[in-house]
């Protein structure tokens, strides 16, 4: 599994403590049996990336050229590797591999790190020794992150989890799904269009009051979306750089209550949010979702495309509701 996002603000960190005591604040979640590469000093575009470690060494060749191909792209020139693992010998490969492909076009390499959750080692130094002890929990940088209002998860999984259904909200929405269809069928252009000004003014409203949907609302949206993706494209609209973080929270709890058949389309609105917001490994977890409800899903796969490449928010531009097709004569 791979997680790729734009980097944060200039962040000051001493040593390699520091970084470890970054990451999970990064990622959302504390990684385990992974390589993460953050980038250091100046880049043209700052990213980190999470990739879980490789089984076999095909894998490992293929990972370092994708990190390395990652940084290229992206004029990141100085950056840290901490791998997350157990295994000496593979965090040895990794890096020793990693830091070959940088130095063919000036990449380096400056600080590497293999941790496992109590201690660290400096790789290619004294990764055979007693490594040095570490407790994030008490980690000045941690406890900031709290103060900020960061939600730090155990796990990948634990995040990928934290979008599962809601049941009691899934079956009060499921039972007005029904009606929300009988009302569209067969619907005409000129009702779509006045359906779809109601998406974006449902959407502006929940964004300003920050007041949870009710249910026949979501159920009307979710219906909406899943008839035409114009429709759905009224709500993407709405989306901005300054609004994104009230999109993320709208739309995960819309995911949270939407019916199996109907979380492709807010799960993609909440990954190009969370993308949005630099949460790269929510927007990842929110596509995968997305492309489990809906595998041929376009916006899913647009964001897929986006996040592999680490491709940073600022590369995107709002369009507003004005050349909407479905608005047009």
């Known amino acids: 599994m791979t997680d790729t996002q734009p980097g944060p603000a200039a962040v000051h960190a001493s040593g390699p403590t520091d970084l470890l005591a970054l990451v999970p604040g990064f990622l959302g979640f504390h990684p385990t049996d992974s390589v993460v590469l953050l980038t250091l000093g100046d880049a043209p575009t700052p990213f980190h990336a999470r990739v879980d470690l490789p089984a076999d060494p095909v894998a490992l060749e293929e990972l370092t050229d994708y990190l390395a191909r990652v940084a290229e792209r992206h004029g990141a020139r100085t950056l840290a590797a901490l791998v997350y693992t157990g295994d000496a010998d593979l965090a040895e490969d990794l890096v020793d591999d990693l830091a070959a492909r940088l130095e063919e076009w000036g990449g380096d390499v400056l600080c590497a790190v293999r941790a496992d959750g109590e201690r660290w080692w400096a790789l290619g130094r004294d990764g055979g020794g007693p490594g040095t002890p570490y407790d994030l929990s008490l980690h000045p940088l941690t406890v900031q992150a709290v103060v900020d209002g960061t939600v730090v998860l155990g796990s990948r999984r634990e995040l990928a989890d934290s979008l599962g259904a809601d049941p009691a909200g899934t079956a009060e929405v499921e039972a007005r799904v029904a009606a929300a269809s009988d009302r569209l069928a067969g619907v005409t252009r000129d009702r779509l269009v006045v359906e779809g000004r109601w998406v974006g003014r449902r959407v502006r409203r929940a964004l300003a009051d920050r007041l949870r949907l009710d249910a026949d609302d979501v159920a009307r949206l979710l219906v909406l979306m899943r008839t035409s993706v114009e429709v759905r494209d009224v709500a993407w609209a709405e989306m901005t750089h300054g609004n994104a973080g009230a999109h993320v929270d709208l739309w995960r709890d819309v995911v949270r209550r939407a019916p199996e058949g109907l979380r492709a ?64 004569p």
């Open 265 to 328: 389309d807010p799960a993609a609105l909440l990954a190009f949010a969370a993308w949005l917001t630099g949460h790269g490994a929510l927007a990842w977890c929110a596509v995968e979702l997305a492309q489990r409800s809906d595998p041929d899903h376009g916006l899913a796969a647009l964001l897929t495309t986006a996040l592999a490449a680490a491709v940073p928010p600022t590369a995107w531009q709002p369009f507003g509701t004005e050349g909407l097709s479905l608005f047009l």
